[in-house]
Each structure stands twice: as structure tokens, then as C-alpha cells.
């Protein structure tokens, strides 16, 4: 059966040429920044792969169909469209069948990359183990993708409002690599550190590519997260943000906000709280992000071509 995928005519010209891909998910277009600042971050982004030579994969899902690169006026429309879905494992399908339109999820974004034979994929901060877990069961669906999709991911580390102990002992227990890209410690979004000592350290992408391919050769599921630190000029350091994400988590708390809600106001509240320090930080770490993907893929690419 044919599957429900639409590729841009950027992506598939860098597929007929052999072009590293690099994939990039839309929940931060949709839910994780005001307009117009969520858009011109994309374009950014974008551009920021372009000039290291692979090909940038926005992914979303519009009539029916996963789009693996977006036009400029897609993503005009997606950044200020209203009332779309963020799609995680779970209601990716549903969404495809209804013909709704839906901004992917790290989740979801590595299940469409996968299908679309992308391997790279570069975000902000991946989803994990919320604070309260204990009695809540709020787990990120990306954790367990990690588990099974077999992408390597970039990312500034989970997201500094989750409890990051259990979200690295979760993906311990499900067999995930957490590489730490030239540090020790494990990252924590906006600041350099979490304070935890990563499981894995890696200092270059031809490291990463070689775990990747061996990961692929061993017949291992699942990716790799590999935690970037965001660039130190652009973090705010942990003892600095700590108090706004205690202020937020008390009135998300009190508030009664859960599930799927949760993520977006917290992010929201620490941007008014850090006076919209944070959003700079946002956008510095997935451009930072951004280009540590995409020499990863030409990393791939050049390993695969010598075996």
C-alpha cells in the first residue's frame, strides 16, 4: 500500500541527488512560539542547514497527507493557523484518516522521518518524564519512540521543566543512547548543565554517524539522543532559571493544567518570567542544534559510502 506522503520539491530533488536530509518537527512552529516569531525561526532554521549543506525536512500533516517539506507558504499557514493538532504516536494516524491538519511531535516527527528514510533530526528540547510522574503517569511519548524509532535525534537535552533524573533513568532502562556532545554533563535546554552526568560523550559527528551505523548493523531498534549543549554566550545558567520554572510548575499546579496543555503554558509563563529571554535561548540552541544535525548527516552519508 502506498504510503499518505507528500515530498516538497526541495526534498525531492536532495533525494534524487543523494543530498543529506536533516528532519525538523512543526510543534515548534505551532505550539512552541508566538507568530510571527515562530515562523521566521523556522526559516532560519532551515536556512542554518541549507548553508551546511543538507537539506532541512519540515514535517507536518495537512489533507490527508505527511508533508516532508514545507513551502514558505506552508509555513505561513501553519504558524498562524488555529486549532491544530499536536500529533504524538497516538492520534497520528487518526489525524491522517480525518483530514485535519496536525503539527508533529518529536514522536511523531521521527515516526514520519523514518517512513520518509530520513535518519537525522535535529529539535529543541525532546519530551520526558514530567515532575509528579509518580502519581500522574505523564511520560513524554518521545521517550519510548526513542526506543523504537531508529533515528538519531539532536537536542538541547529534555526540557528543563521535567524531572530529568527519571527521564535519563527511563531511557536507560529502555536501552537508549544519551550522547552528550562534547561534555560530560547532561544539558538542560536553556543551560549548559542539568547537574547529571550523561551516560555516553561524544566530541565529534563522525563519532555519532559511526554509533549511528553500528547501532544499524547490530540490528538494534531504536535511535539515539544526542543531548547539545545549548552555546554558552546564549544560556541562561541553571541557578537563574530554576525559580521561574518552580513559579510556572505552581501555577500550571494550581491551575489544574495537564496532559498535552502543560508543556505549552509552562514554556509560555517562562518566557513572560525571563522578560523573553527564554524564546532567545530557544531559537540559539536549535540553530546550534540545527547545525550538529546536519554534519551528522553528511557523516552518515560519507561512512555508508565507504562500507
Not at 509518580?134 to 537536542?155: G, K, M, Q, R, W
Not at 544499524?216 to 521561574?244: F, M, Y
Amino acid at each position: 500500500m502506498t504510503l499518505p506522503i507528500t515530498f516538497s520539491p526541495e526534498i525531492a530533488a536532495a533525494r534524487a541527488n543523494g543530498t543529506p536530509i536533516v528532519a525538523l518537527e512543526s510543534t515548534i512552529i505551532t505550539h512552541g512560539m508566538p507568530f510571527p516569531q515562530n515562523v521566521e525561526t523556522a526559516m532560519r532554521v532551515e536556512a542554518e542547514i541549507r548553508a551546511h549543506g543538507a537539506t532541512p525536512a519540515t514535517i507536518a500533516v495537512m489533507d490527508h497527507r505527511i508533508l516532508v517539506g514545507l513551502t514558505e507558504s506552508d509555513l505561513m499557514a501553519l504558524g498562524q493557523a488555529s486549532s491544530v493538532a499536536k500529533l504524538s504516536r497516538a492520534d497520528l494516524a487518526a489525524c491522517l484518516a480525518s483530514g485535519d491538519t496536525g503539527a508533529t511531535t518529536v514522536a511523531a516527527t521521527m515516526i514520519c522521518a523514518r517512513l520518509a528514510g530520513i535518519e537525522t533530526f535535529a529539535t529543541g528540547g525532546i519530551g520526558g518524564v514530567h515532575r509528579g510522574a509518580d502519581t500522574s503517569f505523564d511520560i513524554s511519548a518521545d521517550l519510548s519512540e526513542l526506543a523504537e524509532t531508529a533515528v538519531t535525534v539532536v537536542a538541547a537535552g529534555a526540557k528543563a521543566i521535567l524531572d530529568l533524573p527519571k527521564t535519563l533513568e527511563y531511557l536507560e532502562t529502555r536501552g537508549v543512547p544519551v550522547i552528550a556532545f562534547g561534555q560530560d554533563d547532561f544539558p538542560a535546554f536553556w543551560s549548559c548543565s542539568s547537574g547529571l552526568r550523561a551516560p555516553l560523550r561524544m566530541d565529534s559527528a563522525a563519532q555519532i554517524a559511526a554509533a549511528h551505523l553500528m547501532r544499524t548493523r547490530l540490528g538494534l531498534p531504536g535511535g539515539q539522543l544526542v543531548a547539545n549543549p545549548i552555546p554558552v554566550e546564549a544560556e541562561i545558567p541553571r541557578d537563574e532559571i530554576t525559580p521561574h520554572i518552580e513559579a510556572a510548575l505552581s501555577e500550571a499546579k494550581a491551575k489544574g493544567i495537564a496532559a498535552k496543555s502543560v508543556t505549552p503554558f509552562l514554556l509560555q509563563r517562562i518566557y513572560e518570567l525571563t522578560a523573553g529571554r527564554s524564546l532567545l535561548a530557544n531559537i540559539a540552541l536549535v540553530l546550534s542544534n540545527a547545525r550538529l544535525a546536519s554534519a551528522i548527516s553528511h557523516e552518515i552519508a560519507l561512512q555508508r559510502s565507504k562500507t
